[in-house]
Nanobody, 124 residues
């Protein structure tokens, strides 16, 4: 059974930082690209960042480029999202997801597996 469990969310002031983790089990993690998505209250789920299975390729949404960094440790079956210079508009539930597609997927419907999410709240 595939499990993806996010952690590291919380309340932070604007300008602060958080590091999200996504622990993966039940699949060979190194064979899957991993992405982060987020959903703010009253809004649709949106793409944040994606990283290839090897970690050598990444892609970011324009809204987080230069502030967020996606990474992974295949030996630990864990992915990460380092978030700096946080803004109130970054407030959302953050989800990690995985896909076996070779290209960098940015669409939620093309992700195979999902975590249940972790809440990030950025106060102004």
């Amino acid at each position: 059974q595939v499990q993806m469990v996010e952690s590291g969310g919380g309340l932070v002031e604007a300008g602060g930082s958080l590091r999200l983790s996504c622990a993966v089990s039940g699949v060979t993690f190194s064979r899957y690209a991993m992405g982060w998505f987020r959903q703010a209250p009253g809004k649709e789920r949106e793409f944040v960042a994606v990283i290839s299975w090897s970690g050598r390729a990444t892609h970011y949404a324009d809204s987080v480029k230069g502030r967020f960094t996606i990474s992974r440790d295949n030996a630990k079956n864990t992915g990460y999202l380092e978030m700096n210079s946080l803004k109130p508009e970054d407030t959302a539930i953050y989800y990690c997801a995985a896909t076996s597609a070779q290209e960098l997927i940015t669409t939620a419907e093309d992700m195979y597996y999902w975590g249940k999410g972790t809440l990030v709240t950025v106060s102004s």
